[in-house]
């Protein structure tokens, strides 16, 4: 199996305080990759380190064999690397449609003259744009949606809306936030068959995720963080049973237990 | 070209505010005159146009009181323009073409006035404008008038009185509001012609609150015998506070724009002793009985203090001498046909106003001459004339 | 082209007000009100890009309608160019200025890009009345009547058409652009500029070009008000007039095209309504600017279409129909 | 020449102090609520305007001069209350902006209305007697204007420091929703954070009123220089907000001294915009981080 994506001592300090410590990971191409741990652990800085909203302390990611140091998200969108959000980053001044066609931009005419003045075929490219778009909706059940006002939605459909939006990019490497953080256990089975949707359409998937039940059904591969530290990682049946792994759950639950 | 377009314009116009009958205003039996003005009510030029409606409001009242101007009432429609060229220019087209005035008095500022003159001009307007510039009326404009004395003459009278005192070389300071740069620009051109150096040139913002600095610079350079405030509004009172604090040896000189007691009351102590070129109408009271002026003076300084219990300025005067001048026209013309009230404006000839005593002619479109301004004084808190 | 553009309907609607106005209005007076509405209305439809859409604030606008109306008016009255290519090459100078200042100055956010355009707007309205050798200083200068070929442009009955034409331009310039790739990247960046990164929007190359785009509006819309009225004068881009075309636009809605072209009407009407209360213009403004803010912080247009929005269902039938176009 | 150099630095020191206490005013409503309000130039004309007219109304000086700063409490409150609390819950810093904008535009119309649109002057405190320093001089007022910026400062420093509204304004501002959990009743706190700004700009108005003299429209350029200031301090420190105001004063008059008066008030916006450029934090300022 190809690596898809390799983290060599990547390390991020604020102030002091190391959020992520001298990580080092591979996700093979075509897997579901979690990384899980207790909240602080670092698994959102990481994301936020992979697709270069934050800039490492020290360290390398490798994307494809790319180095990608010093990459913007942009850059890194056109390479093929897309990720959503553990707060929603929806455009809520925008149709359901308009957001998902923002995850298209990269494959779209962006020249400025032609929009202006809709020419070059403006207006077709329009509609196929927004005909694809709303077949990516429809992809990730929000079909009846597609004219909806963002703001109007709920945040289950918001979830699954951001994941429409991600896929538009047209991924290798996908990066969810806490997919399914807020939902109900049905939405939640939703989701579950959706990232196995995904994931059968050729897109690896990475996830950060605190629902242990969706993280030991779906995963090809667990990373386990606590303090920015790897813990350990493996197969879902290698996790369960490392004793470290129980540790420093059950402590961080009993420490939630007693604050 | 022109012409035909405004014609065109008119006639539309014209035809369309009889059909739609939005004309503003009812037809009484007798009309009534209707004297259009513009003029800084609120803003930065607001201690200019405030005086000068004041005054017009006044005026027509009084004048309407006895019995109006050849049987017909007059009506003054006012437009505040603050301190915009643009909104001037706005409020001529509504003077113009909506009220359809018969004359037009007002432009508190040199820009405002310059803004409108193309559009007095297209419309054959008889337009009397309040403000100092002297492109105003330099080149003559068929329609436009003007009643302050110009900033030209201010320099000349302000560089005749330092020949007097042998004053040779002196620094300016000037305001960046129009009336400052529009000045120094005169100044500084007419300056050799009375043999006088100007060695220092700074400069301040309408906002300033400190000219300590320019001030100072001005006082480090040598052979400074004078030092000259082109300026207006509370501008030259704080540069007349901070040359105080400096402890200058020299004089100061003033411009007309700060011909109103209210400098006087900003500067404090600080003013005594300035000079400054200004419409006698400031010391009516000391101005001996047989000046022609005279009474003209004193009659419009008392109905106008006891009016709005306000200090008198020579603004408010400009505004008299125009509605003045205006009134008398029409009379000599029998109506307010704007051709023929043009030609009787133009014909003005020994109006004693405010001002002076006007003698307009076609290539003289202010006519008043160095006379009409006096040298003052700054004594006691008070305004005293030179001989 | 021959596709249903999805914002013809209102783009027809003006097109039909502003042909039949003429016959309505009285008098030349009017006409002049009316060709300044369209003057406002072309460069807050252009702001309304940057401030609306793009949410990024600019309280410098005024500067660039300023150097616009300078530009013109210096190159046709100093140098003698005719109108339209100075027109241009002063649009072109603009937008270089534009995007030089945009890098750093959009770099910022918030209060600090408030300040910064706020201090760029300043600035040039300081120059203009400095250098009175070419502007004609705080005075303001006459400009060269338009020429075209041996016609000279001149008179409300005109301009009125000149101003109309291009307003309507701007309109369909600025629906096109709302409705297009680049648009949405506009809007990604107000909605969170952090997923449209991620969307693969170059946000800060966005926030440059339609920082260009509204200047080049306001630098066009200058370069007319200068010819139109044969005057310009450091007024016209000062920071007051700036803050005046910021409430034109949070008036009429923050990303709504036509708002800006009603936030301009309104504002351009009422001081012309307050005429006789001269002393209270300042006040009535605003209160008007308070009150918007904290009861319809949409402006008035969005905020009133969607309180004609009936059921959901309905919207989805009508938003098909226009497209689902601005918001 | 030395006492050249002297006079300028007075003289921008003085004039600075001023942009520093209104900048100061700025510092203080945006720590406690991430809103900058463009009406402080305002409150520094209220101040000034109101004490005029009191004293015309025939109240001597002193009183005069609380009734003014109580006004413009009231005033500061009252916008709070009336036009920031109402929409603050879910206003973009655009909006905030501009309603403050328009509470600046209707204060100044007020004014306009309700006292004059002349300009006014004040007796100064303690005479007009010119003091000689080295060949420069400043007048006592200039002395009142330092001294009193210095008393603020600290006063400010202690409320922030040592008050339990103080850190309580501070609370609020870093996280309201914490804030309101340790039991801090944050409409107060802002509520009284204006009240102080107020107080500030009152004070700040009243100060200078014997220099600069007073008008309706004094506090656009004294609001925008006390903007200038606090941007150039940074909103960490209090006295960060007085020191950007000398730095931006002095830079004027030495502006105006050395290069040229006529881009005096250019000066200020370009240091502005050049900090805000390469040190957008000001030059005492501490980084934040944004969290995604």
């Not at chain 1, 991924?171 to 949707?197: F, H, Q, V, W, Y």
């Not at chain 1, 303090?227 to 129980?246: M, N």
């Not at chain 4, 309580?168 to 959990?181: F, S």
Request: aromatic content about 8%.
């Amino acid at each position: 199996m190809t690596a898809v994506l390799t983290v060599e001592g990547l390390t991020k300090e604020f102030g002091g305080v190391r959020a992520v410590d001298e990580l080092g990971f591979t996700i093979s191409e075509g897997a579901i990759f979690s990384i899980i741990g207790p909240n602080g652990a670092g698994k959102t800085t990481l994301f936020n380190l992979i697709t270069g909203v934050y800039t490492p302390t020290e360290g390398r990611v490798f994307f494809g064999g790319e180095f990608i140091g010093g990459k913007t998200p942009y850059n890194l969108a056109d390479m093929g690397l897309s990720r959503t959000f553990q707060n929603l980053q929806i455009f809520m001044n925008m149709t359901a449609v308009e957001n998902v066609m923002v995850g298209l931009h990269r494959h779209l005419d962006k020249r400025i003259d032609h929009a202006l003045f809709r020419i070059g075929g403006m207006a077709r490219k329009e509609r196929e744009a927004r005909e694809k778009a709303a077949e990516l909706m429809a992809f990730v059940g929000l079909g009846q949606y597609v004219n909806h006002d963002a703001a109007s939605m709920s945040y289950g459909a918001l979830k699954r809306l951001e994941i429409a939006r991600a896929l538009a990019t047209g991924p290798r490497l996908l990066l969810l936030d806490e997919p399914a953080a807020g939902l109900n256990p049905s939405e939640t089975g939703e989701i579950d068959e959706l990232i196995r949707k995904v994931s059968e359409s050729g897109v690896t998937v990475a996830l950060v995720e605190h629902d242990m039940h969706l993280v030991m059904g779906i995963s090809d591969h667990i990373l386990v963080l606590d303090y920015g530290r790897k813990l350990t990682e493996g197969t879902a049946e290698h996790v369960r049973h490392d004793p470290e792994v129980i540790a420093a759950y059950l402590g961080s639950e009993a420490a939630a237990v007693k604050g | 070209m022109i012409r035909k377009w405004v014609k065109k314009g008119l006639a539309a116009s014209v035809a369309a505010t009889v059909a739609l009958g939005i004309s503003y205003g009812n037809a009484v039996a007798a009309d009534p005159i209707k004297i259009g003005t513009f003029l800084s009510v609120t803003g930065p030029a607001s201690f200019l146009g405030d005086p000068e409606l004041k005054t017009l409001q006044i005026y027509v009242d009084e004048l309407n009181a006895g019995g109006g101007v050849l049987g017909r009432k007059l009506e003054l429609v006012h437009y505040d323009v603050q301190h915009d060229a643009k909104k001037a220019q706005t409020a001529v087209k509504r003077l113009i073409e909506d009220d359809k005035v018969d004359v037009i008095i007002g432009g508190s500022t040199s820009g405002q006035t310059m803004a409108v003159i193309p559009l007095m001009e297209a419309a054959e307007m008889p337009f009397i404008s309040l403000a100092g510039a002297v492109a105003i009326v330099e080149p003559v404009k068929k329609w436009t008038f003007k009643t302050p004395h110009t900033d030209k003459m201010a320099c000349a009278k302000i560089f005749e009185d330092m020949n007097k005192q042998g004053i040779k070389s002196i620094a300016m300071i000037s305001g960046t509001g129009g009336f400052g740069k529009s000045m120094r620009g005169q100044c500084t051109a007419l300056a050799p012609a009375y043999n006088i150096k100007i060695v220092a040139d700074e400069t301040y913002g309408p906002k300033d609150t400190d000219m300590t600095p320019q001030l100072t610079k001005i006082k480090n350079t040598d052979g400074v015998q004078a030092v000259l405030n082109p300026g207006f509004g509370q501008g030259p009172a704080i540069v007349t506070k901070n040359f105080g604090q400096l402890g200058f040896k020299v004089p100061m000189y003033q411009s007309h724009g700060v011909a109103s007691k209210k400098y006087i009351d900003l500067a404090g102590s600080a003013s005594e002793g300035v000079r400054l070129p200004a419409a006698a109408l400031l010391v009516a009271n000391k101005l001996p009985d047989n000046d022609p002026q005279k009474a003209v003076l004193v009659s419009y300084m008392s109905t106008y203090e006891s009016k709005t219990k306000d200090a008198v300025s020579t603004f408010g005067g400009h505004a008299y001498d125009g509605l003045q001048m205006v009134v008398a026209a029409m009379q000599r013309a029998g109506g307010t046909d704007k051709a023929k009230v043009r030609d009787e404006i133009e014909k003005t000839s020994g109006y004693i106003g405010t001002g002076g005593i006007v003698h307009m002619s076609a290539t003289d479109h202010l006519g008043l001459d160095l006379s009409a301004f006096k040298m003052l004084e700054i004594r006691n808190g008070d305004w005293s004339l030179i001989k | 082209m021959t596709l249903k553009h999805p914002s013809t309907g209102g783009l027809l609607i003006l097109a039909v007000i502003i042909a039949i106005l003429p016959s309505i209005l009285p008098n030349n007076f009017y006409m002049d009100v009316a060709i300044r509405i369209g003057l406002n209305a072309i460069v807050c439809i252009g702001l309304n890009l940057l401030i609306g859409y793009a949410g990024q604030i600019s309280l410098g606008h005024a500067g660039f309608v300023g150097l616009g109306a300078y530009g013109s008016a210096i190159l046709t009255g100093e140098f003698g160019w005719p109108a339209i290519p100075a027109m241009l090459v002063t649009a072109l100078f603009v937008a270089l200025l534009a995007f030089v200042l945009a890098r750093p100055v959009l770099r910022l956010k918030g209060h600090f890009l408030a300040m910064a355009t706020l201090g760029m707007g300043i600035i040039i309205s300081i120059v203009l009345n400095t250098e009175a050798r070419w502007t004609g200083g705080p005075d303001g200068m006459a400009v060269q009547p338009m020429m075209f070929f041996e016609y000279m442009v001149f008179g409300e009955a005109v301009w009125y058409w000149i101003v109309g034409a291009a307003l309507l331009i701007a309109v369909w310039l600025s629906l096109n652009l709302i409705d297009s790739p680049v648009g949405r990247a506009l809007r990604a960046v107000h909605g969170s500029e952090v997923a449209a990164e991620v969307c693969g929007v170059n946000t800060t190359q966005y926030k440059v070009k339609v920082f260009v785009i509204s200047a080049v509006f306001a630098s066009v819309s200058g370069s007319m008000l200068a010819h139109y009225g044969a005057f310009v004068s450091p007024e016209d881009a000062s920071f007051f007039r700036s803050i005046e075309l910021v409430t034109m636009v949070v008036l009429g809605g923050m990303a709504s095209t036509y708002g800006a072209v009603v936030g301009a009407t309104i504002l351009t009407i009422l001081p012309q309504a307050l005429a006789r209360f001269e002393d209270l213009e300042h006040m009535v403004f605003g209160l008007i600017l308070m009150l918007t803010m904290i009861f319809m912080p949409k402006g008035l247009v969005p905020t009133l279409s969607a309180k004609f929005r009936r059921s959901p269902v309905k919207v989805e039938a009508e938003s098909e129909a226009q497209g689902g176009g601005a918001t | 020449m030395f006492s050249e150099f002297l006079q300028y630095l007075l003289s921008g020191i003085t004039i600075g102090s001023t942009y520093g206490l209104v900048g100061l005013g700025f510092f203080i409503i945006y720590n406690a609520s991430h809103v900058i309000n463009f009406a402080q130039g305002e409150f520094v004309m209220i101040g000034g305007m109101g004490t005029v007219f009191m004293m015309q109304a025939g109240l001597p000086m002193p009183v005069a001069i609380i009734m003014a700063i109580l006004l413009t409490i009231v005033i500061g409150m009252l916008l709070e209350k009336l036009a920031i609390e109402p929409s603050r819950k879910n206003a973009s810093v655009v909006t905030l902006i501009i309603i403050t904008i328009g509470a600046s535009i209707f204060l100044r119309g007020l004014a306009q209305v309700v006292w004059d649109k002349d300009f006014h002057t004040m007796p100064a405190f303690s005479g007009e007697e010119t003091i000689h320093i080295l060949g420069a001089v400043i007048v006592p007022q200039n002395l009142w204007v330092l001294g009193g910026g210095g008393v603020i400062v600290l006063a400010i420093m202690y409320f922030f420091g040592r008050t339990a509204l103080g850190k309580a304004m501070l609370a609020t501002a870093y996280n309201p929703l914490a804030a309101q959990l340790v039991g801090i009743n944050i409409r107060t706190t802002l509520l009284w954070s204006f009240g102080l700004s107020g107080l500030l700009g009152a004070i700040a108005g009243i100060l200078v009123a014997p220099i600069t003299f007073t008008s309706y429209d004094i506090g656009i350029m004294l609001g925008l220089k006390g903007f200038c200031a606090v941007i150039l301090g940074g909103f960490s420190h209090g006295w960060a907000a007085i020191v950007g105001g000398i730095i931006v004063g002095v830079a004027e008059s030495l502006g105006a001294g050395y290069i040229s008066s006529e881009y005096k008030d250019a000066i200020a916006f370009i240091i502005i915009l050049l900090v805000l450029f390469f040190m957008p934090d000001g030059l005492f300022g501490r980084r934040g981080t944004d969290r995604v």
